[in-house]
């Protein structure tokens, strides 16, 4: 069974919002870090935001600084993405992953488990 399971994709107008969730199914002690990355069609796959230290450490790319945040809920094992006025450059596909790695890493490198994967739409 997949480790990490993202929901709460959809399809929203420029300036809407959504929130993602990622669930980790086998919490294991080692995930130092976590993250959101996203994918547009034809394009790599970026950093989206990260989170270590339980929460306590946080960073985002600067094109959502101000209008994304991360959050993980310990109780449930859940990561969250709150993303707010979203800009049709935002659509994409979003990742959750998890690494060992500290610091956080920015690269796809420094996470071992990922999502399968969830679909967000903005139109203009």
């Known amino acids: 069974a997949q480790a990490l399971v993202e929901s709460g994709g959809g399809s929203v107008q420029s300036g809407g919002s959504l929130r993602l969730s990622c669930t980790d199914s086998k919490y294991d002690t080692r995930r130092n870090c976590m993250g959101w990355f996203r994918q547009a069609p034809g394009k790599r796959r970026e950093v989206v935001a990260t989170l270590g230290g339980g929460g306590g450490y946080t960073d985002y790319a600067d094109s959502v600084k101000g209008r994304f945040t991360i959050s993980l809920i310990k109780a449930n094992n859940t990561l969250y993405l709150e993303m707010s006025s979203l800009k049709p450059e935002d659509a994409a596909t979003y990742y959750c992953?998890?690494?060992?790695?500290?610091?956080?890493?920015?690269?796809?490198?420094?996470?071992?488990?990922w999502g399968q994967g969830t679909q967000v739409t903005v139109s203009s």
């Open positions: 992953a998890a690494g060992p790695d500290w610091p956080c890493g920015l690269s796809m490198g420094d996470y071992d488990t």
